[in-house]
């Protein structure tokens, strides 16, 4: 299986690390290894100094797929959990800045802890999905499905173009403004609705 990343899917997140809204998704990779199974720790890794959490809405396919009309999008998930898009913000800058790739700060072993996955059937309206991100017990992160700037049909359809989707493949979908450091000890708690789905202790 392949984690799929959006970046710069929430107006005020892309204005916060002052990047351009984007006309088309921007998308990255994480692999396998990247995954944090539900009730293990995130390990602090060595190579950086800045770790940022990111909380997003993940979608978990359900079906084979490549170039996914975006009407048919819908047909391709059937799940939808939380997780946090590690990343390790001092290397992503060094990345920027010479025009490298990012792999060094996002796809590093842990970066995705991914919660369960709630069926999409149990979702009332897809395009009004509220969450949130705790950080030792205060909210740091809102967000709602309802301000991305590309939805997830339109996230379907487009990286389906270029990378076939295949069943158990995550999409994580993006994260909205408030984005910050974690430290050793933290504990991150993120939500969907009332629902809290992901407890994480940073090591
Ligand atoms: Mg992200």
Redesign the pocket.
């Known amino acids: 299986m392949k984690i799929i990343?959006i970046?710069r899917n929430y107006v005020e997140h892309a204005h916060e690390l002052n990047n351009p809204v984007p006309a088309e998704p921007v998308f990255f990779l994480k692999p396998e290894t990247a995954l944090i199974r539900s009730g293990l720790p995130f390990f602090y890794p060595d190579f950086s100094n800045e770790v940022h959490y990111?909380v997003?809405l993940v979608l978990k396919v359900s079906k084979l797929g490549k170039h996914i009309n975006e009407k048919f999008a819908h047909t391709y998930y059937d799940a939808i959990g939380i997780g946090i898009?590690f990343?390790a913000r001092d290397l992503q800058s060094i990345c920027k800045q010479k025009g490298l790739p990012w792999e060094i700060a996002k796809a590093f072993d842990g970066s995705a802890p991914v919660s369960r996955f709630i069926p999409k059937t149990e979702f009332k309206d897809i395009y009004d999905i509220e969450f949130s991100l705790e950080k030792n017990g205060e909210t740091v992160q809102k967000g709602n499905s309802g301000m991305m700037i590309f939805n997830f049909e339109k996230i379907i359809s487009y990286v389906s173009r270029f990378i076939t989707l295949k069943i158990g493949d995550l999409i994580?979908t993006?994260?909205p403004a408030g984005v910050g450091a974690v430290h050793k000890n933290d504990n991150l708690k993120a939500s969907i609705g009332e629902k809290k789905l992901l407890d994480l202790l940073v090591k």
Request: aromatic share 12%; with cysteine.
């Open positions: 990343c970046g990111e997003e898009d990343t994580f993006g994260t």
